[in-house]
């Protein structure tokens, strides 16, 4: 069964760190685009940022560019998200989430397993 | 990166169809056929329910359709039913290699 599962969420203050996690199974991790996802309380989702299956090319929204950092481990078969500067406004479930297609596809561009996500608040 | 456009909700009495557009650029919607739909119940993670604007995963109702003309995608219910309200996205690969969500429809069955 292809599973995420994310980890790490919690209360940090206004200019703090933080990094989620997510760990995969069923599937061969390293040809998969993962991405993270938020949801603000009572919001629509948000793409937050993107990386592909070597690693080697992520991709942020301009909301985050500079503050949050995506990675991977494919050896653990492990999603990552280092959050700094954070803000109020990053308060949100955060989803990890996998790409339909193999990165050599070009089809398939959605995403079709999501994890149940896990809650950051950024508050003082 | 602006969100793609949808409205806030729409309603319809079991049995009609219904339709949600989602209104997006040259940059992302109009650019490739690489517009997805999901499904969100309260409290529950995203289910996609199309991919590649018209591509429906076999287990989900063949009461659900989805096109796309231009700069805008849609998604039809046939026949709506009282388990098809939830909140409906639409989401869009963009020539920037990054996603991009709509605002998120809810759909009420009267």
């Known amino acids: 069964e292809v599973q995420l599962l994310e980890s790490g969420g919690g209360l940090v203050q206004p200019g703090g760190s933080l990094r989620v996690s997510c760990v995969a199974s069923?599937?061969?991790?390293?040809?998969?685009?993962m991405s993270w996802v938020r949801q603000a309380p009572g919001k629509g989702l948000e793409w937050v940022a993107g990386?592909?299956?070597?690693?080697?090319?992520?991709h942020y929204a301009d909301s985050v560019k500079g503050r949050f950092t995506i990675s991977r481990d494919n050896s653990k078969n492990a999603l990552y998200l280092q959050m700094s500067s954070l803000r109020a406004e990053d308060t949100a479930v955060y989803f990890c989430a996998k790409r339909l297609g193999l990165d050599t596809s070009s089809y398939y561009f959605a995403f079709d397993v999501w994890g149940h996500g896990t809650m950051v608040t950024v508050s003082s | 990166q602006s969100a793609l456009t949808q409205p806030a909700s729409v309603s319809g009495s079991p049995g009609q169809s219904i339709s949600i557009p989602c209104t997006g650029t040259?940059?992302?919607?109009?650019?490739?056929?690489?517009v997805s739909w999901y499904q969100q119940h309260p409290g529950k993670a995203p289910k996609m329910i199309f991919f590649?604007?018209?591509n429906r995963p076999s287990a989900f109702s063949n009461r659900f359709s989805a096109s796309k003309s231009g700069n805008t995608a849609s998604l039809t219910i046939s026949g709506l039913q009282a388990e098809d309200e939830s909140v409906y996205y639409c989401?869009?690969?963009?020539?920037?290699?990054?996603?991009?969500f709509g605002g998120g429809t809810m759909v009420t069955v009267l």
């Open positions: 990386i592909s299956g070597s690693g080697e090319t992520p």
């Open positions: 989401s869009s690969y963009t020539t920037s290699s990054t996603w991009v």
């Open positions: 590649d604007v018209n």
């Open positions: 069923g599937f061969t991790f390293s040809s998969r685009t």
């Open positions: 040259s940059s992302d919607v109009g650019a490739y056929d690489y």
